[in-house]
């Protein structure tokens, strides 16, 4: 059965510091990949995702994610979080079968941002 | 676009009363999902559809629990009688269908449940 792992469930960084929060899949074949992010209180927004290509993919808020196949890993970074970044994050796979995209999603990884 | 629009983003209710959340999904979208967020279990999938049928409610936790798409432009989720153990929170999201680029899934802004 398909999984995600995000094995980080609380990071902190200080502002201005680089970020990288940790996603590893298990899937029969490569997923769709996703990253969301979730602030106190709200829905989730769609940071970036990954379908095909180039495998460094840019996000929204300056956040960009790498898929490496060899490792079944996507993992997202930042060169600079901001205090505005502290939130959840969650890493989300989808079957590549066409049509309706099940989501499934890690734990997720809280980010709280001193400054 | 106004994005996915549910309703209420916030209900309190005493158990055993009967609970609905309502959802409009974004125009021309052909998939509806309903998921539950809490900590215990983080974000399940409940049920989805794709124009307007319901095509996997295998997370749909028990029969208290039911769900309907009348049209492309609203679903509900019932719950009845509701319990304690149904405080979540419930998010709605829909998706268009493109055949080779995958579906990207956008989310409403939740109905946060709480049962007493």
């Known amino acids: 059965a398909q999984s995600v792992t995000q094995p980080d469930i609380h990071i902190t960084v200080s502002e201005g510091a680089s970020l990288e929060l940790r996603c590893n899949y298990s899937?029969?074949?490569?997923?769709?990949l996703f990253w969301y992010v979730q602030s106190p209180g709200q829905g989730l927004q769609l940071l970036l995702k990954?379908?095909?290509?180039?495998?460094l993919v840019q996000g929204i808020k300056g956040f960009e994610a790498e898929f490496k196949r060899s490792q079944s890993s996507f993992n997202l970074r930042k060169p600079s979080v901001h205090w505005s970044d502290a939130a959840e994050y969650f890493c989300?796979?989808?079957?590549?079968?066409?049509?309706?995209?099940?989501?499934?999603f890690g734990t997720g990884t809280r980010l709280q941002v001193t400054l | 676009d106004a994005g996915v629009i549910q309703s209420p983003r916030h209900e309190v209710t005493e158990m055993g009363q009967e609970v609905t959340l309502r959802c409009k999904p974004i125009?021309?979208?052909?998939?509806l999902f309903w998921y539950r967020q809490t900590m215990m279990r983080g974000l399940e999938l409940l049920i989805y559809?794709?124009?307007?049928?319901?095509?996997?409610d295998s997370g749909m936790p028990e029969d208290r629990f039911s769900a309907k798409m009348p049209n492309a432009s609203f679903s509900t989720l019932k719950i009845q009688p509701s319990e304690p153990r149904d405080s979540a929170v419930y998010f709605c999201?829909?998706?268009?269908?493109?055949?080779?680029?995958?579906?990207?899934?956008?989310f409403g802004e939740g109905s946060w449940l709480t049962v007493v």
């Open positions: 999201a829909s998706s268009p269908v493109r055949r080779g680029w995958g579906n990207t899934i956008y």
């Open positions: 899937y029969g074949a490569t997923p769709y």
């Open positions: 990954y379908f095909s290509g180039d495998t």
């Open positions: 989300a796979v989808a079957p590549r079968a066409g049509t309706a995209s099940k989501l499934t």
């Open positions: 125009s021309g979208h052909d998939y």
């Open positions: 559809f794709n124009n307007n049928v319901p095509i996997d």
